[in-house]
């Protein structure tokens, strides 16, 4: 096959689902750094979001095969821990996507902006850990229901 | 340059043992907490140390140069090969027992980290700017939490205090410095940890201050961990469960 452009690798990892939060993908996480091809190696810069979390494992398994399926069989994944991955990153696309999904997305200020179930901000911290690595459980006062919070790092 | 690649490999066991014997302990918990979201918290802290670990102990088998892995370092060295300050390996004790020692190394990872930053060897850099990212979460919930059980009842405010009392003897080891210290000093790697302890007692006198309990005025320090030269007891019962499998089976893999 001839070599895909780099946009066109861009838009096929753009598809894939982050394993734990499937409403958004890799790409609008902001873990995808890089895309290059050296020679006919397509390499690939992944950042961890946390340094133990683990579904990293399950995301270079998720990238390589999207690649492979497409054609491309030279595929390397590079780890690129510096600049750390921060929420600042993420796209608005993807904050939608969470709070639709009842996520409430990273707020610079550090706490959510509103329950993401009734839109409620009398809201309450529960525990600054939760389900993944990247959530704090939090309640909302109003609707009297926990949620979950997309921490700001 | 030989004996300049051992210091920084000293430095980086250091590092990486420290998280990889903490982590090992809080995930004894697993499962055990008194309520579902301090089980959750436990295991996340532990999940950052241990993902810490992988980068702190990849880190150094490169440095190392003999092909190899942070796996082969946390599974195939035993007890007088490590170098986790003592602090990190004595047992969980209660629920507030292991908050006090979570709070006592997260205080100290907070503070040498956030000076790790500015590391002039790169790697090391780049592994604190992740590494204290999660910090600054774990530090704020140990300190919260020996705030609310040192300020709590009657019992949970004794049981902070004898915490607090067994520990502290513990945390000088971490200002202790030698001859790597030294050099990771004078190459930019690494500020001295002698230099921190002030910025350390106001953080932790803060805390403990709000928290109502008494900081034992001795200054002796437990001290053996950091060097290799003479570990707790516990070290090597921690080990036996920890390196069970490839005790067990040597060289199997996943």
Not at chain 1, 82 to 92: C, E, G, K, N, R
Not at chain 2, 5 to 18: A, H, I, S, T, V
Not at chain 2, 223 to 245: A, D, P, V
């Amino acid at each position: 096959m001839t070599q895909p452009s780099i946009e066109q690798v861009w838009e096929w990892l753009g598809a894939i689902p982050d394993p734990e939060i499937p409403v958004i993908t890799l790409v609008d996480l902001g873990i995808i750094r890089d895309v290059a091809f050296h020679g006919e190696t397509c390499v690939v810069s992944v950042t961890p979001t946390y340094s133990g979390c683990p579904a990293t494992s399950m995301i270079n398994v998720d990238i390589e095969t999207c690649l492979r399926d497409h054609g491309l069989n030279k595929i390397e994944l590079k780890q690129q821990l510096s600049p750390a991955w921060t929420t600042d990153w993420m796209s608005d696309k993807a904050r939608a996507a969470l709070e639709e999904y009842g996520i409430a997305p990273p707020q610079a200020k550090g706490t959510p902006a509103r329950c993401p179930r009734c839109g409620g901000d009398h809201i309450e911290k529960l525990s600054q850990f939760g389900s993944t690595p990247c959530k704090a459980q939090w309640r909302c006062k109003d609707c009297l229901e926990p949620f979950e919070y997309f921490k700001c790092i | 340059m030989a004996a300049e690649k051992n210091l920084l490999l000293e430095f980086l066991l250091r590092q990486g043992d420290n998280a990889l014997i903490l982590g090992h302990r809080v995930s004894e918990w697993c499962g055990h907490a008194p309520v579902l979201e301090e089980d959750i918290a436990l295991a996340n802290t532990a999940l950052d140390l241990i993902g810490q670990t992988q980068m702190w102990l990849g880190y150094a088998a490169e440095v190392q140069g003999e092909g190899k892995t942070a796996d082969d370092l946390a599974f195939l060295r035993d007890a007088w090969d490590f170098r986790n300050v003592l602090l990190t390996e004595l047992p969980n004790g209660d629920f507030g027992q292991t908050l006090m020692r979570q709070f006592l190394f997260d205080a100290f990872q907070s503070v040498y980290l956030a000076r790790l930053l500015g590391s002039s060897d790169e790697t090391v850099a780049a592994i604190a700017a992740k590494a204290s990212k999660e910090v600054a979460y774990h530090v704020e919930r140990s300190a919260d939490t020996v705030v609310g059980l040192g300020d709590g009842t009657e019992e949970s405010h004794a049981r902070m205090q004898a915490a607090l009392d067994y520990l502290w003897p513990y945390v000088g080891e971490m200002f202790e410095s030698d001859a790597v210290d030294t050099a990771m000093a004078e190459s930019g790697v690494a500020p001295d940890p002698a230099t921190l302890r002030e910025e350390y007692d106001a953080l932790v006198t803060r805390v403990l201050t709000d928290a109502t309990l008494t900081i034992p005025e001795s200054r002796f320090a437990h001290k053996g961990g950091r060097t290799g030269q003479s570990h707790t007891e516990h070290l090597g019962h921690l080990l036996t469960t920890m390196q069970w499998l490839q005790r067990a089976y040597p060289g199997n893999t996943w």
